[in-house]
């Protein structure tokens, strides 16, 4: 029994994390009641999943708003960029839509705004578990989401089908399921992540840390 209980298993390890993320999801949840501060609020929660998948983690509530305060300003201006350019995505979608025509020039106008929405959906995967960890400009980070996202599309797959099932399980199968939301999301990708990010020089023992 006692055996069972020892938190080095893997199998109990990752049970321990997944709890704690529905924790973490509700700070998530608090800090993003302002629309606007939603970037911050998730390049926080991936700083601290990111760490949690190292087996790294040093307090979950005090690396969260600590994170939050020190990406507050970088992580907003990339989601108002990401709320803009989704919205725009929004709005094209719905028109093309409504005024649809078998016409070729309608057939490629779709296909360009396919092609575009998968590119954001790609950056708006990786920009904050990146800023998370690395120091850039705000096109250095959008940029480099995009590229990540497409030298690792295995893991870009796996993050997006994580987030699908979520959104699916939520509308279509029991909604409270939405108290794990966001949080368990991150998590299970910050397992995949986490290699992606090593891989692209983000040295665990040289990453952003408090003073």
Not at 12 to 40: D, E, H, Q, R
Not at 73 to 102: C, E, H, M, N, Q
Not at 110 to 131: E, K, S
Not at 167 to 180: A, C, E, G, R, S
């Amino acid at each position: 029994m006692r055996d069972l209980l020892n938190p080095d298993r893997p199998l109990l390890s990752f049970l321990t994390k997944m709890t704690y993320s529905a924790y973490l999801n509700i700070l998530w949840l608090i800090c993003s009641l302002p629309i606007v501060t939603i970037g911050a609020s998730t390049t926080a929660l991936y700083y601290v999943t990111l760490k949690m998948a190292e087996d790294r983690d040093e307090g979950l509530t005090g690396m969260f708003f600590r994170a939050f305060r020190q990406n507050f300003v970088p992580a907003t201006k990339i989601w108002l960029i990401l709320l803009a350019v989704g919205g725009f995505f929004a709005v094209d979608g719905y028109v093309l839509s409504r005024i649809w025509s078998t016409n070729i020039l309608w057939t490629l106008l779709a296909a360009v705004l396919i092609a575009a929405a998968i590119a954001y959906a790609m950056v708006l995967l990786y920009a904050f578990p990146l800023l998370a960890r690395f120091e850039n400009t705000t096109f250095g980070i959008l940029k480099t989401a995009l590229l990540v996202g497409l030298r690792y599309l295995i893991c870009t797959l796996l993050m997006a089908a994580v987030y699908a099932v979520m959104v699916w399980l939520v509308i279509w199968i029991y909604t409270p399921v939405f108290l794990l939301g966001v949080g368990c999301c991150a998590m299970l990708c910050s397992f995949f992540l986490v290699k992606v990010i090593h891989a692209c020089g983000g040295d665990p023992d040289q990453v952003k840390e408090g003073d």
